[in-house]
């Protein structure tokens, strides 16, 4: 299991254990560890990027309006890599607060046929505390 996006994963993990974050602080979490990516909730840009990132907090780690939780995050990351930008976006990461299993098993086919298609998919569990969770997909 690759674990290149960690450290991204662990600096939003600590920023929201702070307090909480809101989808612009992500962004910008995100940009200034990244550069241009495609970045999910919030407005993912006017083109396709190799990188996306979808983060979903809906418990005591958000903060602010426009959050997705992890329903809603999984189906606009199957809409991005299947939908906006098939053969564009080869890396996406995943980063929640909750995992919802029965809505990954409503996208497990089109996850699967992703992963088959060379997309790496990186997804990682954080929590109070700025804790960090690697899990498989």
């Known amino acids: 299991m690759s674990m290149e996006f960690l450290t991204l994963a662990q600096r939003i993990a600590e920023a929201a254990a702070d307090g909480g974050l809101t989808v612009q602080q992500i962004r910008e979490i995100a940009r200034s560890q990244l550069g241009e990516i495609n970045c999910y909730p919030g407005v993912p840009g006017d ?3 190799q990188l996306a ?3 979903a907090l809906h418990g005591q780690l958000r ?5 997705e939780n ?4 999984l189906e606009e990351m199957i809409r991005h890599l299947q939908g906006r930008c098939p053969g564009t976006t080869r890396h996406a990461v995943l980063i929640l607060d909750a995992w919802w299993h ?4 409503k996208w497990r086919a ?3 046929t992703i992963k088959h298609d060379g ?3 990186e997804v990682y569990l954080i929590g109070a505390g700025g804790w960090v ?3 498989p997909m």
């Open 47 to 49: 083109r396709c990027h």
């Open 53 to 55: 990132l979808f983060v």
């Open 63 to 67: 903060k602010g309006k426009g959050h």
């Open 70 to 73: 992890c329903a809603q995050i």
């Open 102 to 105: 029965d809505h990954y098993e």
């Open 110 to 112: 089109n996850i699967e």
């Open 119 to 121: 997309v790496r998919i």
């Open 133 to 135: 969770a690697p899990l």
